[in-house]
Nanobody
Framework: QVQLVESGGGLVQAGGSLRLSCAAS????????MGWFRQATGKEREFVAA????????IYADSVKGRFTISRDNAKNTVYLQMNSLKPEDTAVYYC?????????????????WGQGTQVTVSS
């Protein structure tokens, strides 16, 4: 089992920045690809970003490319999502997720473990 705990969400004005963190415990963190998904009220959960086990490979949704950066620190069992130039449409609950494969995926069905989520609200 892998337990995931997100932090760093909050309220920010449009154009601002936030950094989300996800602390993992349980199995060997470095064996897992990690991802971030989000779900806005009344909408389906959508892919945001993902990173391979080593951090050498990352993928992003088109809507966040160039504004968000995913990274990981395997020594700290933590994955991060740096979010810059935030827009009101980025408002959502953000979920950290882990996949028991080394390579990242955009498909939520391919992830095995999920955190409880952290709320990000961007005001206009």
């Amino acid at each position: 089992q892998v337990q995931l705990v997100e932090s760093g969400g909050g309220l920010v004005q449009a154009g601002g920045s936030l950094r989300l963190s996800c602390a993992a415990s349980g199995r060997t963190f470095s064996n897992y690809a990690m991802g971030w998904f989000r779900q806005a009220t009344g909408k389906e959960r959508e892919f945001v970003a993902a990173i391979s086990w080593s951090g050498s490979s990352t993928i992003y949704a088109d809507s966040v490319k160039g504004r968000f950066t995913i990274s990981r620190d395997n020594a700290k069992n933590t994955v991060y999502l740096q979010m810059n130039s935030l827009k009101p449409e980025d408002t959502a609950v953000y979920y950290c997720t882990a996949r028991d494969r080394r390579w990242a995926s955009e498909e939520s069905s391919e992830y095995n473990y999920w955190g409880q989520g952290t709320q990000v609200t961007v005001s206009s």
